[in-house]
């Protein structure tokens, strides 16, 4: 669920007459999503301030996108596997590449809430305050020979997110031959499923823009590229090919 601007400031101004980012902060307004996590699946913290990305990705997007969205993918992945022994015993990467051997009753949870959880969980750790140089060296090359160039590469990516209908990723993935490709998913489904291996994704999900960029998702994702932590990508290409 998304708000716009006008109706948080209303929603501030009626729980209180503080300024309406101190009464946003202290009144949660989704309480089943911000329940401490039961485990054995944990919300890992932002690893840097939820200001760092400003002014590409604002702080008050992080914070819900983090503190809300994806503390409910993580609730709602434990109350699912609850039960299941087994399942929760398993990581979170090995559910999904699997899912279509998952019990039929817990499938579409962990394909949902599971895939939210990874896809979240990869997402924050692609970004650094300032963002990176484009890769170099091996991994520049390997981009270069699979799209032409690293402009390419972005414009790929650019037109992948940008044509995603409804909620879903644009990913930067290596195809099961370790080509690397550029490839969409709709709602939290993660490559690993169909035997890719995601390297990148940008998250396309109105909750990841909406506050600042309204329906302009081509401006938020022209914006991210601005922060994106192009070693973090080199070192799971660098991992995914052993
Ligand atoms: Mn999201």
Redesign the pocket.
Known sequence: MNFTRRQLLELGSAATMLPMTRAFEARPLFAQTTAAPTGPFTLPPLPYPADALEPHIDAQTMTI?HDR??AAYVTNLNAALANDPDLKSRTIDDLIRHLDTLPAAVRRAVRNQGG?HL??TS?WTSFKKGGSAPPGAEFGRAIDQAFGSFAKLKDALTASAVGVFGSGWAWLSLDGGGKLIVEPTGNQDNPLTTGHHPLLGI?V?E??YYLKYQNLRRDYVNAIFNVIDWDAVQERWRTARG
């Open positions: 996108h969205h994806h939210g896809n979240h997402f998250d999900w909750h990841a």
